[in-house]
């Protein structure tokens, strides 16, 4: 280990080489000021980095993903398709990178170990797994919301002989499945995707499905060359669209009520959303059918019958069609010909809660009624979201109290961005900020450069703390808990609610995003930069 008069110092520290941690660097350059960014994997990129299982792509219009903050760079790169495969976003990201020369301000392979203030000169030291350390004024947290994923807590996961793989780290050389007896467990968003694409070339595929989901249609193409010049001429209008609407989309509900419509006018409505590529029929759906249990049964039996129409055989389609939720109270995965794969005569379909499995084996998966052998098992098991990327790191704030402690019945932050107890620190995309259920780099840029303004505030007023107020910080997460009891999917289980199986302690539910929306917390933000960053102490 270093002695600390050989520590690295910088004015900041960037955890994360993501599409934050990437426009923070940027940003930060600009400022003046030093940064130095330490990411776990080998390049940029993060969650396009890490998750390239088969079938990865946008559900977001890929031109409304995008980075806005350059012209330059909306001129010269081109989409491909309307919904952007990983492959081309990692490209992106390389793409960003290279044109802003960010990788000389990068550690890569470097998994931040343990972050800690130190309350003698208001800095923050890291250290690394592999021993490094350095030390800043600031430290900024850019580790999306899914850092950590989960493996199933399944006995004998560790006998299987074959191949096997989580989505989340996948490899980087090309998988084959071309004859393979393949299993996917999981059949969440990312589940979704894989299992649509192992399709096609698996010999044979199984799905465990524990929970099903109510897909919608994504309806991707190719942008062509007429597309691309218009997508080029309306970036501003593009933007300013997500700018104003709920969750950042191109979507945006529709001002009238479900319950108000006639059943002619709600089915109209219904199929032409449907019919329509992304999430417009999440997104842009009658305002109440998200908040309204009544107005949300108009459209949840609509999809229940768009799943009968797609499946061919009834006992399977009655497998695949959600009971104990209605649409859009958790992520609506988009598909294209996901029912369909189950009308294939290679995939079967196990309902893991009449048939649970018992555990895994060297040749396969055992449930309570059969024995099955394969050469793959994928785990689309999903993560331990928001907050398992922070209970990776040893954090520890102010006189030493950890994150961890902090955090044990759940997270508390004031506007999703600091936390009290741990000044100095900035949580782009963390809990309870609207970035967390928003169209990502849209909220990501409002994030970076809210921050960015209120260190240089910092700066330049010649403060060397910044740390949130117990007071602030308890009205907002009031404030944020009150937004999300308006939600039905704060009474549903999945990740929007902190809830993972294979975790203790994450069995019951908590508010881990802010559901007041994009242009609301914007406005928060802007107020409290307004009144001199009211709800911090700056020191
Ligand atoms: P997820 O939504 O948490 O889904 C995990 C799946 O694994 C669920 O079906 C879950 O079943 C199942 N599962 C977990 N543990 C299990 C166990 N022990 N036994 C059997 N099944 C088990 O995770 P995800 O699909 O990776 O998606 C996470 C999020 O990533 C999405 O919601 C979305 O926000 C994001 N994502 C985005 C994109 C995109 O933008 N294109 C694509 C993919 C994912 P239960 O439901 O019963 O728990």
Known sequence: MMTAPDREQYDVIIVGAGISGMYQLLKLRELGMSARVFEAGSDVGGTWYWNRYPGARFDSESYSYGYSFSEELLEEWEWSEHFSPQPETLRYCNYVADKFDLRRNMEFNSLIKSAHFNDDDNSWTIETEDGREATARFLITAIGVFAQPTMPDIPGIDEFKGEAYHTATWPHDPVDFTDKRVAVIGTGATGVQTIQEVAKTAGHLTVFQRSPNYCAPLLNAKITDEEQKKIKASY?????RCRESYAGFIHDSDPRRALRESPEEREKFYEQLYNEPGFGIWMGNFRDVLVDEEANATITEFMKRKIRKRVND???????????????????PLEGGYYEVYNQDNVRLVDIRETPIERITNTGIDTSDASYDFDM???????????GGFDRIDIRGAGGRTLKDKWAEGPRTYLGIQIEGFPNMFTLVGPHNAASFCNIPRCIEQNVEWVSDLMTYVKDKGYQRVAATLEAEEEWTEHVFLMAQRMLFSKTNSWFTGINSNLAGKDHRTVLLYAGGAPHYREKCDDVAAKGYAGFTLQ
């Open 377 to 387: 098992i994928i785990y689309a098991t999903g993560f331990n979201a928001v907050t």
């Open 314 to 332: 009834p006992a399977i389609a009655e497998k695949l069609t959600p009971k104990n939720h209605g649409f859009g109270t958790r992520r609506v």
């Open 236 to 240: 501003p209008e593009i933007f300013a």
